[in-house]
């Protein structure tokens, strides 16, 4: 079972991203918005599970947001 939430969250974040992506410029804020809820869900799984995700989650939402800012 959770499994299968896992499978649908990240499924909504990549449906989220993509959408970003596919708007291009106009999609600025949406693609801030998904990676601050990667971001913090990172930070959250670091927090109750264990260290290791804020290295694989939330590092590479931080260097994305970091991109993405000094992309325009």
Request: proline share 1%.
């Amino acid at each position: 079972m959770l499994a299968a939430n896992q499978g649908h969250y990240n499924g909504f974040l990549a449906a989220g991203l993509i959408w970003g992506l596919y708007l291009g410029e106009a999609g600025f804020q949406i693609k801030v918005f998904f990676l601050l809820c990667v971001a913090i869900a990172g930070l959250y799984g670091a927090a109750t599970v264990g260290r290791k995700i804020l290295y694989i989650q939330t590092v590479p939402a931080a260097v994305a947001l970091v991109a993405l800012a000094l992309s325009q």
